[in-house]
């Protein structure tokens, strides 16, 4: 049974700091790519940030290159998201997937998978206030 359980969204102010974890479960964790999304209301979606299992390679959108850095630790099958000098502008709710076998890429400043993403799990709050 396949799971992405994505938390650590929370409230907090201008500047400060929160660290998404998406919990992998189901698949073989070093074959894929995990990425990180975000959905605001009234917005597209905007790929995040992505990283390869297999070779750490890692990807950022440019609204969130310098501030937010993305991790793995293989042993737990588990992707973080540090993000830091969070701005109001970084609202929205925080989704993980995982992609099998091409990566991820970055497209007109924001991160996509090549092949589209395999699994999805539900997302996490980030709200920021100003």
């Known amino acids: 049974d396949v799971q992405l359980q994505a938390s650590g969204g929370g409230l907090v102010q201008a500047g400060g700091s929160l660290r998404l974890s998406c919990a992998a479960s189901?698949?073989?964790?070093?074959?894929?790519?995990i990425g990180w999304f975000r959905q605001a209301p009234g917005k597209e979606r905007e790929g995040v940030s992505c990283i390869s299992s297999s070779d750490g390679s890692t990807y950022y959108a440019d609204s969130v290159k310098g501030r937010f850095t993305i991790s793995s630790d293989n042993a737990k099958n588990t992707v973080y998201l540090q993000m830091n000098s969070l701005k109001p502008e970084d609202t929205a709710v925080y989704y993980c997937?995982?992609?099998?076998?091409?990566?991820?890429?970055?497209?007109?400043?924001?991160?996509?998978?090549?092949?589209?993403?395999?699994?999805w799990g539900q997302g996490t709050q980030v709200t920021v206030s100003s």
């Open positions: 997937a995982a992609e099998g076998g091409w990566g991820c890429t970055v497209v007109a400043g924001t991160v996509r998978p090549r092949m589209g993403y395999d699994y």
């Open positions: 189901g698949f073989t964790f070093d074959d894929y790519a």
